[in-house]
């Protein structure tokens, strides 16, 4: 019988489409790089997503993120997500939170009840922290460096964070998971050295509200339509491809 994962059963197989019904992945951060991969999530079969963002969008998302259009703008994130997936597969379950993940809030999300966590969080402190608890619960986790100031999808690598170099975000994680002792963490990352935005393009702002949380990112990089989308989808090939047990 023809099912809207009629072409996924044939690649994986129905043992494996079932294996994606029945999984649970929490997403954190749902600009460019988390809504890319909750879409790509969602139209792989995934059961339940778990959404986890507290902003709302803003014209400046437009130009990367896949939940940002014109009539979008103002509402929250992870509303729109919800209505998007939910269009996608009316059958997956879809938990949101306006939550802006840090180590003061972490205490309100149980991670051990996801079979998998996709970080594409921003900020320093509160990827540390998602990580950290990750790792204590036992649960998968896999981790997108710096995708801001790159043009070049095709310099995008999956690795350990230990084997990572170029990226200045991996650097800093390296060092600070080293801190924490933990051992090893799949990243997707770019070797491409940043570029430097241009200082006489028009300023940006962040949306009004966001970066105001405790540990927010303040430089605002410069972005496009491509190496975030393909970090996300990367993301989310891993988290299928771990899921179902295929290398």
């Known amino acids: 019988m023809l099912t809207q994962f009629s072409r996924t059963a044939l690649l994986f197989g129905e043992k494996g489409v079932n294996r994606l019904r029945a999984s649970r992945v929490a997403v954190f951060g749902l600009g460019g790089v988390g809504g890319y991969a909750a879409e790509a999530l969602a139209r792989s079969g995934i059961g339940t997503l778990g959404l986890f963002d507290h902003d709302t969008i803003c014209l400046s998302n437009i130009n990367r993120q896949i939940l940002a259009t014109h009539k979008t703008v103002g509402r929250y994130k992870v509303e729109v997500a919800r209505e998007r997936i939910l269009d996608i597969n009316p059958d997956a379950q879809v938990i949101v939170s306006r939550l802006f993940y840090s180590p003061e809030t972490s205490g309100q999300v149980d991670l051990s009840v996801y079979d998998y966590v996709v970080d594409a969080i921003d900020t320093v402190t509160c990827k540390l922290e998602l990580i950290v608890r990750s790792k204590k619960a036992n649960v ?20 350990d964070i230990y084997e990572t170099c170029v990226c200045p975000l991996a650097k800093v994680m390296r060092a600070e998971l080293r801190k924490r002792n933990i051992a090893s963490l799949k990243v997707v990352y770019s070797k491409e050295t940043p570029l430097a935005p241009d200082k006489a393009a028009p300023a940006a702002e962040d949306c009004a509200g966001s970066g105001t949380a405790k540990g927010a990112r303040r430089q605002i990089p410069g972005s496009n339509a491509f190496v975030p989308a393909a970090a996300g989808l990367i993301m989310a090939g891993e988290v299928v491809k771990d899921l179902i047990g295929l290398k």
Not at 140 to 159: D, Q, R, T
Request: proline share 5%; charged share 10%.
């Open 140 to 159: 998968p986790v896999i981790s997108c460096m710096g995708a801001g100031n790159k043009i070049n999808a095709w310099a995008l690598e999956v690795a």
